[in-house]
């Protein structure tokens, strides 16, 4: 038991902190929604319980994917998190069918008038307040483990603005929670805004729209996240480390050439091989093997990076590498 608990405890943070706060938020949002019967809260209460479901699955898979390698899996589980956030963005895809399906029928039968009792409209502005309060510091949180990830500076309104620019760069499990989270932050505030005009103008069919545009954006987050996780489930190569491992092996004063360089990503882990060339013919197998250890030291220093197979030939006289755009004439996967 207790290695396990060890084991939950290096799962993502955020998607924990998101699981729990979606849920009271969901919660909160039933409750509304039983009482008032408003569509708008409607969708947010299902956008919250999804949220809440999957953040729950991802932060499960984040730890298990941790787990050290053996000889049943002598790569590890890194794969593990692309599973599990592609298993989670199907409950997301089933609740926002859900919510386009009720703001259709609301489109289509709207109600004669607005809800004009004060004390719905206050729970309903209420609930939906708290939402966003709640939402956004998770999404703040997310922002900055995003920052954090990619070595980026934290403060200020930094989670708010660049973490979108670095979003790319992030581990899944925060990438998804920082999606989500940015569609729940933005799909309370319009649902505010629709409650509002709904009360005071009797456009009672804008709180189906917004049911409906709560819904596409769910269906956004899920079309992003799977597409990039069944990538990462299959196995696919890491371009930009491959530019970046480059560099460190053509600094080596030893490297004239790299013949071949693959970069696999396994979920949030990165493997590195590498055939590189040295233009000196008179090595011997101590100094080959000293080079060796230094390139696979400086490489392991890199984020994310936990196995880096090195193998040296003599210069062949040939410029194989493409300096600057991670390519090699002599590429090849397999």
């Known amino acids: 038991m207790s290695a396990l608990i060890n084991l939950l405890k290096k799962g993502s943070a955020s998607s924990l902190m998101a699981a729990i706060v979606n849920f009271v938020l969901g919660s909160l949002k039933l409750a509304a929604y039983i009482f008032t019967g408003n569509v708008a809260m409607f969708a947010e209460m299902m956008h919250s319980f999804g949220d809440a479901a999957n953040q729950l699955f991802v932060w499960v898979g984040s730890a298990v994917s941790k787990k050290a390698p053996n000889e049943k899996f002598p790569f590890g589980y890194g794969r593990l998190v692309n599973i599990v956030c592609l298993f989670a963005v199907l409950i997301v895809a089933i609740l926002a069918y859900e919510t386009i399906l009720e703001g259709i029928h609301h489109i289509q039968h709207p109600a ?19 939402g966003v309060l709640l939402e956004g510091s998770v999404l703040y949180k997310a922002g900055k483990e995003v920052l954090e990830e990619v070595h980026k500076p934290t403060t200020g309104i930094h989670p708010f603005t660049t973490s979108y620019a670095n979003l790319g760069k992030a581990k899944p499990a925060t990438k998804l929670v920082f999606m989500e989270d940015t569609v729940a932050t933005g799909g309370g505030l319009i649902a505010l805004i629709a409650i509002v005009i709904s009360r005071f103008t009797g456009f009672t069919m804008i709180e189906g729209i917004v049911s409906v545009i709560i819904g596409l954006a769910m269906f956004y ?21 491959e530019v970046h ?60 990076v936990t196995d880096v197979n090195i193998e040296i030939m003599e210069d062949d006289g040939n410029d194989d590498w493409v300096s600057g755009n991670g390519s090699s004439i002599n590429k090849v996967y397999e």
Request: glycine letters at 4%; zero cysteines.
């Open 245 to 304: 491992a480059s560099k460190i092996i053509l600094e080596h004063e030893e490297i004239s050439d790299i013949k071949r360089l693959v970069v696999m990503k396994e979920g949030e882990d990165k493997h590195i091989e590498a055939l590189v060339e040295t233009l000196d013919h008179d090595l011997t197998l101590r100094e080959l093997s000293i080079i060796k250890k230094d390139l696979v030291t400086r490489l392991l220093q890199e984020p994310h």
């Open 112 to 130: 004669a008038a607005g809800d004009h009792n004060p004390t719905h409209f206050m729970i309903n502005v209420g609930v939906l307040l708290i």
């Open 221 to 241: 987050v899920v079309f992003k996240v799977f597409m990039e996780n069944a990538a990462g489930a299959i196995g696919r190569a890491d371009e930009d480390m």
